[in-house]
């Protein structure tokens, strides 16, 4: 039995060995991805008030950009100026919004906040540093003077860029 | 009387996702005398769109006349598109970004657009 054995290990290195190397292969590119974390929900303070403050009832919808490449997008968001679907209006709505840095992956991302540009109802932000960022975008709604909203659904859109620089 | 009013109630803590890429292509030589042709790819993670509209547009956000097999790219949910854009050489150098905008259902509180840059 010992002979055996003896005679299988000096046959083993002639035995062909079967691996081959398997490449795992990969392509990192430049890339931004626009991701919607929170849809946004309206409350209802006041009869005359749609609100996304949590603050009012809300929920405020947060977007998250993830940026592969430092200094190569600009994120734009753009709160609602009139609503997408709702019951018919009679009157006017006022609208308001603004949008600000919730969250980032990098201690780095702090300075986002300050250096925002904002014109009209969009906010634009320089995604100098590679990684994630969210973004929370409150909106509110009030119907001509102190006048109710008709009952109904009401949806509006916020709408979130994401531009090569 | 705020029982009335049902507001826009959607799912939450539900993402959604856009991508396109590159970020920066170059358009190159096409079968075609006199035009140019770049590809690009849209990744759709939104359960909530299912059409991204195409758009090529100068440095100062003007429309350039374009060709790709869809001006509105329908995509099913967690698909990747790969097309192409052929543009005239005549305006080949006024081309600045390219980009995709999520054509938004009934509901949908987030409309998303990319846009690419020509360098």
């Known amino acids: 039995m010992k002979k055996l054995l003896i005679v299988s290990l000096l046959l083993a290195p002639h035995i062909p060995a079967y691996a081959e190397d398997t490449p795992i292969v990969g392509n990192v590119q430049t890339r931004c991805l626009i991701t919607t974390d929170t849809n946004g929900v309206f409350g209802n303070p006041l009869p005359s008030k749609l609100s996304t403050a949590s603050a009012d009832g809300g929920v405020v919808p947060v977007i998250r950009y993830d940026v592969t490449l430092a200094d190569a997008y600009h994120a734009k968001v753009t709160t609602p100026t009139a609503f997408s679907s709702s019951p018919s209006l009679s009157d006017s709505v006022t609208w308001t919004g603004t949008t600000a840095v919730s969250k980032t992956s990098d201690a780095g991302m702090s300075g986002y906040e300050a250096a925002k540009v904002t014109y009209g109802s969009t906010t634009q932000f320089d995604l100098t540093i590679a990684g994630s960022t969210w973004f929370s975008s409150e909106a509110t709604a009030v119907y001509g003077v102190s006048k109710s909203f008709p009952g109904g659904s009401y949806t509006a859109i916020v709408l979130a860029e994401c531009i090569a620089k | ?119």
């Not at chain 2, 705020?2 to 996702?17: D, E, G, I, T």
């Not at chain 2, 790819?41 to 374009?66: A, H, L, M, Q």
């Not at chain 2, 995509?75 to 081309?95: C, I, R």
């Open chain 2, 1 to 119: 009387m705020k029982s009335l009013l049902l507001l826009a109630l959607l799912p939450f803590c539900n993402a959604v996702a856009h991508e396109m890429t590159p970020t920066y292509p170059t358009f190159s030589k096409s079968f075609m005398a006199g035009i140019s042709v770049t590809t690009l790819n849209i990744f759709n993670k939104r359960k909530d769109v299912s059409y991204y509209e195409i758009g090529v547009f100068t440095d100062k956000w003007e429309p350039i006349p374009f060709v790709s097999e869809y001006t509105i790219i329908p995509m099913k949910y967690l698909d990747t598109v790969s097309f192409d854009v052929y543009v005239s050489n005549l305006s080949l150098g006024s081309v600045e970004f390219i980009c995709s905008v999520s054509q938004v259902q009934a509901g949908a509180t987030v409309s998303s657009k990319i846009c690419s840059r020509i360098k």
